[in-house]
């Protein structure tokens, strides 16, 4: 075994001093090279230096053992810490930024062309009374008593001509308004549920346009239980009422029938393809009136066309921004020309 070198030790006992003057940095302490027992000066040298870089407890361990060959356990290393003031809260506290003149403050913003945001409530204009009074107005006459505080906010600015704090408005509607604030908070993020039972139960239909700037359309159908693709059609429009409908009906040709309920947003080339998929439905399904039919076309909001929605943003991530870079490195180099009717 390797002698423990201890021309850094001193016979000073230490124990009594609250800190290092001058802690050296670890590389500067020569390491043990055997799992011994460290000499408590040179074991507090070593932690100040630890300390001080900002390090945490797991890697005060782990330098300790990789470089100084030093086993310490973390019950051992927190009463180490605490009985030499090597915890955080130990650390100096940062000094008070200084409190500057407005004079002062208008120089820098005016310096570094800034601008304070207005507070009419701080700056006297109106009083915390007179705030509750026109919130209250707004909330009557404006019929604006399904408005959050973000939006109270808005209101007063323009129609008031007041600016004050959002936090204001939220404590304001917080007492003017606490039901309303609650179920404002409650639902502010409310996902959606989508519900299929099985294959064939609802097919979802939309556009794809990302491309059409370069010419290129697509139209797409999937079986929302499976998000299997039925079709896929790429053309240079999708928003001819006449092929939508031929689409839906070689889908249905292929897939041997139609689906209990299409769903779709309401645009005007879904027209044909709606008028297809009532009227097979009354003539196949038995006992079904032709009201019955009509509510197994669902239109909805594009956003709420789960989906198909998320194929398409799948289809932008996985292939469409290839083929955009693609077509934008042709552009670049002189090799495509966007306003050719033929090479679109």
Known sequence: MSTISTSDYSEVDNSDQSSISSPRSPAEIPPIRTLTVMPD????????CLFLEGRKGPEFIKILHDEYHLKISTRTLARRRAEWSLKASDLPKVSSVPTLLPSILERYLRRL????????????KVTYNQVVERISHARTVLLANTAGYRRMRQILATSYNLRIPRQIF???????DPAGMALRLRHGCKRRVFRTFGPNHIWSADGHDKLKRFGITIYGVI????????GMY????????RHIGVYYLQIALAAGGIPEMMTTDRGNETGHMAAYHIRLSHQNVENLTIEE?????????????QRIESTWSRMMKEHNRPIIHAIFTQIEEGQYDSGDIIQR
């Not at 939220?170 to 003017?176: C, P, V």
């Not at 039919?293 to 066309?305: D, L």
């Open 41 to 48: 000066d040179q074991l507090r040298q070593v932690l100040t």
């Open 113 to 124: 062309k800034l601008k304070q945001r207005e507070n009419d409530l701080a700056n006297g």
């Open 170 to 176: 939220y404590d304001i509607l917080k007492d003017l």
């Open 223 to 230: 079986d929302a239980w499976s998000r299997k693709i039925l």
């Open 234 to 241: 790429v053309h240079v429009t999708n928003n001819d009422p």
């Open 293 to 305: 039919a009509t509510k197994r076309m669902k239109y909805t909001k594009s956003t709420h066309n």
